[in-house]
């Protein structure tokens, strides 16, 4: 079957391209991309004033499956992620048990081909049960498509410890990526440390609990020569670390939200709402915009949302019993577009080397162009168009996000992954997919 | 005067014009509870819960002997009968309680901002009682009554809050609120004791040495060590603790001649104050703190509830 995508905008810097033409497509690959494109028969669609880019990557979501399944599972999370945009995502390992065995990576992977709507890449522990004492079998993670290892939700605390996770991992060609949180200094902090925290009597989460650890790992990456991936990177400070490690030759990557871009702790009022209670916290207006000219300048090497589900009634706590994160996957693309690509901070070719490109690459997996041969893995935005973010329209099962309100411009409309539509003119589809 | 505070969480939303009129009121209430009969039915018919989440002796007795004096119809819910030892969230318990229909609800509580869920999901007028690190504006408001008794004012004095400041919800209030009402404010304790940004309390100073502040004070605030809620071990040892920030006969020399003493209780004798400072007839205030506490907690309860003035005019 070919389909022909016609008359968008789009844009790829792998490819050199920015400009409205027309994309073919047949098997699941792209085969021409050029002007006034024919074909004898299949589906053609106008995308008119859309701007299409290879398929956007989520690479820090949280599915909650296996043992989570409440707050969102394989399938919600993916038709989410479909949603927002996304034809790839990575799912983190932090899920009940922990993912840190090749069976539970076959699990996560079988059942995304078979109920996923978007495809699944997944990580593994670095250490058993993310206990932070004994390595997982990385070895045979990796022999069942684990792409990268990370104990996110909590991090490796013994700088001894992983020191050897990276030694270990370099053997597999795949990247550590590192949730640094010291939980000496952070210990059960629940905001920024800051005047926030002494404001609402809230234990502080304080800046150098993160800064610590991404000095820590920074130079274990020279020493061990393993590549480094700082995940959720929220301070100014962590942000000149990673590009003072890189002026030394580190292979060190990282990634920002949208909501620690977008949100700051003076967010936090005497509301307590729970849904701006992440992990880590949302930190100072200063840092927001840190990150943001980060972003722009290419220090950033992609934005992740870092969604993570939670039921209604877990939110509906007290803020300090109340679990960290928001979801963020179906908000993702409205908060880049609104307000990073259309107020200019970042060009269209910029966001696709954030959201496309460059965490393709951190995951080691197929590139995706849009040129001819490629994968037909390809987002439809529609940079213009003015919605709100309200609690109903989630595919998600959750509804914890920290923009509801929010009138955002930009939204995803139509995904294409492997040639299938995934969601068209904004509705999910159900169309079989075959991976 | 018109009293419009719905809730009394937060005294930071507070006016000097409104804390003087709760000041002023619990002025009032002090003849009452020193007539033979000390029961006036301002607020009969009125039924308020005490809701105490968290252990509290001294606290919630106050507000139970100033909602009897009253009139009020109370029940106390808390304790190990508490649904939220049953595994009930908050939200249904305060949804349950709400049904009853009841008129104002006293929280204590061990987290920060529930008294605000409290009032969003009961719908009536909530008084925190003290909740987690935040709050405890009662509290605040006993000591402004203390000190304005025994100094005559609060405009203009220096007060000195020695201690547990960052752990302190008593601090959270009572700095502000000394702000407010004109005093000027100094924090005196270890770094590993104060909040992250002391600045945020509107303090006007921050010191360690104790020593060097206590000639300028006019009332020296001590906190309890509260030593449930130190983690991290803050200091070396008590008698560190004391040595370094214990009020004793000794540091009472560096007292102005007139400066007092308060601490909002329970006293732990030997550590923060000496017993001759606790007891000490002209400078220690203690007791006349907690009587306070009935008087202003009796003018919250009447001015939230706009209680009618039977038996006022005595």
Known sequence: MALLLRNARAVDPQAGLDEVCDILIRDGRIVEVGHDLAMAKGIERDLAGKVVVPGLVDLHVHLRDPGLEYKEDIESGSRAAAHGGFTDICCMPNTSPIIDTGALVEYVASKAARVGRCRVHVSGACTKGEQGDALAEMGDMAAHGAVAFTDDGRGVQDAGMMRRVMDYAVQFGKTVMSHCQDEGLVGKGQVNEGPVSTRLGLAGWPAAGEEVQIARDIELSALTGCPIHIQHLTTAHGIDLVRRGRQDGVKVTCEVTPHHMFLSEEDIDETYNTNLKVNPPLRSAADCEALIAAVADGTVDTIVTDHAPHADYEKAREFELAPFGMTGIETSVGLVVGNLVNPGIITWQRMVELMSVNPRRILGIEAVSIAPGSRADLTVIDPVLEWTVTEDQFASKARNSGFLGWKLTGRATDVYVGGYATMEDGVLTDEPMHL | ?314
């Open chain 2, 1 to 314: 005067m018109a009293f419009e505070h719905r809730n009394l969480i937060d005294l930071r939303e507070y006016s000097a014009e409104d804390i003087a009129l709760i000041l002023d009121t619990a002025e009032r209430f002090r003849a009452i509870n020193e007539r033979r009969i000390k029961k006036v039915p301002v607020l009969k018919g009125y039924t308020v819960v005490n809701m105490f989440n968290e252990p509290s002796t001294r606290t919630r007795s106050s507000f139970e002997i100033a909602e009897k004096r009253l009139s009020c119809d109370t029940l106390n819910f808390g304790g190990t009968s508490t649904s939220t030892v049953k595994g009930e969230s908050l939200d249904d318990t305060v949804a349950t309680l709400a049904s009853y229909k009841i008129d104002l609800i006293v929280v204590r509580d061990a987290h920060a901002g529930a008294p605000y869920k409290v009032a969003q999901k009961s719908g009536v007028s909530v008084i925190d009682a003290g909740d987690g690190k935040h709050q405890h504006p009662t509290q605040a408001l006993l000591d402004l009554f203390s000190l304005r008794q025994a100094k005559g004012r609060i405009d203009g004095l220096h007060v000195g809050i020695v201690g547990d400041i960052g752990h302190s919800r008593v601090c959270g209030s009572l700095c502000p609120a000394l702000k407010t009402m004109g005093a000027r404010v100094t924090l005196i304790a270890p770094q590993t004791l104060l909040p992250a940004d002391p600045a945020t309390l509107g303090a006007d100073a921050v010191t360690s040495d104790l020593d060097a502040a206590l000639p300028e004070l006019d009332a020296v605030y001590l906190l309890r060590i509260q030593q449930e809620r130190l983690e991290g071990a803050p200091f070396p040892s008590l008698r560190e603790y004391s040595m370094l920030y214990g009020m004793n006969r000794d540091r009472e020399r560096l007292m102005k001649p007139d400066a007092i003493l308060c601490h909002p209780g329970p006293l732990n004798r030997g550590v923060e104050i000496d017993a001759y400072l606790a007891d000490h007839p002209e400078r220690s205030v203690i007791l006349d703190q907690v009587y306070a506490g009935v008087l202003v907690r009796m003018a919250a309860l009447y001015l939230m509830l706009g209680g009618s003035e039977d038996g006022f005019a005595a």
